[in-house]
């Protein structure tokens, strides 16, 4: 059974970094064919891709909205998936989930996810 379990979420300085972390059971982080990354989800609107790996892990995926900002990174000797947030903005405000998929990703989209962690709560303040 796959589980995703993220850590890291919290409040932070508007301008301060975060660093979400996703651990890995069940699933094969190493395996280069899936993909993975963050999606999150403010309150009242849809969920959104953040960054991602897809195309057999050749290509990142990073919203507009977090370009040169924010950065995603793996380790697969623990089987552990990171998201590094700097310059952190109020838009930044959401539930983070951690996501993955059993399946080669043409895209970094929902519909290609399979499995997703519980989130973890981010909070910019002033």
């Known amino acids: 059974q796959v589980q995703l379990v993220e850590s890291g979420g919290g409040s932070v300085q508007a301008g301060g970094s975060l660093r979400l972390s996703c651990v890995a059971s069940?699933?094969?982080?190493?395996?280069?064919?899936?993909?993975m990354g963050w999606f999150r989800q403010a309150p009242g609107k849809e969920r959104e891709g953040v960054a991602g790996?897809?195309?057999?892990?050749?290509?990142?995926y990073y919203a507009d909205s977090v370009k040169g900002r924010f950065t995603i990174s793996r380790d697969n000797t623990k089987n552990t998936l990171y998201l590094k947030m700097n310059s952190r903005k109020h838009k930044d405000n959401a539930m983070y989930y951690c996501?993955?998929?059993?399946?080669?990703?043409?895209?970094?989209?929902?519909?290609?996810?399979?499995?997703w962690g519980q989130g973890t709560q981010v909070t910019v303040y002033s």
């Open positions: 790996f897809y195309l057999g892990g050749t290509r990142t």
């Open positions: 069940g699933y094969t982080f190493s395996s280069s064919k899936y993909c």
């Open positions: 996501a993955a998929s059993l399946r080669y990703c043409y895209k970094f989209e929902h519909n290609d996810i399979d499995y």
